[in-house]
């Protein structure tokens, strides 16, 4: 790298969105850390680090930093932060009371690392997530500072188009990998915080969620009403009652110990998996991020979350049975491969768990799945998804009305009311 002659400090904020308190003094102990000595910072440059619609629970922000080493030559540090929407967000406000930036440093700091040495131990080599770091002081703010994962060659997968089957499986594989890790520690170990038995529909936070739902269910009632093929069936079938539907949801996040258990992602669609390719555009590796939902409980959330958002339509239905059998496969190779001590779940038990937890594709579809398919938007935010005012109901309009989207719930609906999941 050749070294850059008389650098000054370039320390750009333009973006009104980027939270003034992000300041090059907190990086300070992060670059000491990865560079070694240094003479100085000569750019310190944060960016947005998402486009709209890309992520709703929390600020992207991406950071470069570069550093001029004491022999004159220029080197980069890209770093990824997470932080909250602030209390001014009706939504960062209810992000905020679910805990999850103290979930997910967990996360990062004690558990993926865990996971990641019982495989070392048993002779492979799985790598869950990006490195994380610590600020040089504390901001008061909420945050996770990350590795910037573009230089390794890594990106997300194009959401609206969906992820083919190479791709899936390769999800199906790490995701087995994760949880074969997490049931060995939860034995062999112990279990996991409080905390993470909790999950996005706490029985504490009913009315926040009612508040939440009210709107957007209204929204999804008229669309299914006028969109969708038999529709005022299937909107009777989805949404009858609100307060039975958050009782329902409240009820497919409490832990069953008679089923086999695991630590769930908990927000398993496509913008929280990487993908890394080589120069001949092979994918090689896949890696998760966003652990800021994880939950205690039956894997059939992950599974029902990640089929039911991201993998491409033609394959999402027609290879579901397959998809479940490639990664129990792959669960059982796992747990074997790390010595589980208890009985191993069946094909069966996995299928019967899932019928048990068919919320998760319910939930899904009329969530998650919605935002999938939504092409960027200046208006995708958390907000327009709870806010009642002019702006949010045509946010949710356009987002329930989007015809690629009423064409997959055409699909789905039929399939799921089949297997029994809309009971």
């Known amino acids: 790298m050749a070294p850059k002659e008389n650098a000054e400090v370039d320390i750009t904020n333009n973006n009104t969105s980027i939270p003034s308190w992000i300041k090059q003094e907190y990086f300070e102990d992060i670059i000491s850390e990865e560079i070694g000595k240094y003479s100085k910072i000569t750019k310190f440059q944060p960016e947005s680090g998402s486009a709209p619609g890309d992520n709703y629970a929390s600020v992207m922000i991406r950071i470069l930093i570069e550093v001029e080493l004491e022999d004159g030559y220029i080197k980069e540090l890209p770093l990824m932060m997470k932080t909250t929407h ?17 979930k997910e440093s967990e996360i990062y700091e004690k558990i993926l690392p865990a996971f990641e040495k019982l495989y070392i131990e048993h002779g492979k080599k799985v790598d869950f997530g990006p490195k994380s770091y610590q600020l040089s002081k504390n901001p008061g703010v909420e945050n996770i500072v990350l590795e910037d994962l573009r230089p390794r060659k890594f990106k997300n997968a194009n959401r609206v188009e969906g992820l083919d089957m ?17 049931a060995v520690y939860y034995e062999t170990i112990g279990p996991f915080a409080d905390k993470f038995n909790v999950g996005m529909f706490d029985p504490s936070k009913k009315d926040m969620f009612k508040e939440m739902y009210k709107p957007m269910v209204e929204v999804i009632r008229q669309s299914f009403l006028k969109n969708v093929d038999n529709g005022e069936h299937f909107t009777n079938k989805m949404f009858g009652d609100l307060d039975e539907m958050i009782d329902q949801n409240i009820e497919m996040c409490r832990i069953k110990p008679e089923e086999f258990n695991v630590l769930n992602h908990g927000d398993s669609w496509c913008n929280n998996i990487m993908f890394n390719y080589n120069d001949e555009g092979k994918r090689n590796e896949t890696i998760l991020v966003d652990f800021q939902m994880c939950k205690y409980g039956s894997p059939a959330q992950d599974l029902l979350y990640f089929i039911f958002s991201s993998p491409k339509q033609e394959i999402r239905l027609e290879k ?7 990664y129990h496969d792959h669960l059982i190779e796992n747990l074997t491969l790390l010595n589980y001590p208890k009985q191993m779940p069946t094909l069966s038990d996995l299928h019967i768990s899932i019928l048990k937890n068919h919320g ?13 398919l939504l092409e960027h938007t200046e208006n995708a935010n958390i907000d327009n998804f709870i806010k009642t005012d002019e702006e949010g109901v045509n946010f949710k309009n356009h987002l329930y009305s989007n015809p690629r989207y009423v064409k997959c719930l055409n699909d789905i609906l039929p399939w799921l009311e089949n297997r029994g999941m809309l009971e």
Request: no cysteine; charged share 20%.
């Open 360 to 372: 998760w594709a319910k939930s899904t579809t009329f969530g998650t799945l919605a935002i999938v």
């Open 86 to 102: 602030g209390e001014s967000s009706v939504g960062g406000q209810m992000v905020q009371e679910m805990g999850i930036f103290d």
């Open 166 to 182: 190479d791709h899936t499986k390769s999800v199906l594989r790490i995701l087995a990998e994760f949880h074969a890790a997490s």
């Open 320 to 326: 579901f049975d397959y998809m479940i059998k490639y």
